[in-house]
């Protein structure tokens, strides 16, 4: 599944990060990675946002559907 797909409130962990070694180090940078547990906590319209590590960050429609997650 996509992170873009996981509804509001749920907690999965990344599996797999497709693109390049650009996108996949600027994820790692702010704790995305593989085996990274990961909250969604607003999901769209608009921007995703997502607690990881304690931090909330916003993703963009397009980086969340790059990131495989599943379900903890």
Known sequence: MKLIDVPEGKT????????????RNRLSAIGLYPGAPIKVVKSPPGPLIVEVA????????????????KEV
């Open 12 to 23: 999965v962990q990344v599996v797999d990060i497709e693109g390049g070694m650009g996108v």
């Open 54 to 69: 304690g931090s909330r960050i916003a993703l963009g429609k397009g980086m969340a559907a790059k990131i495989e997650v």
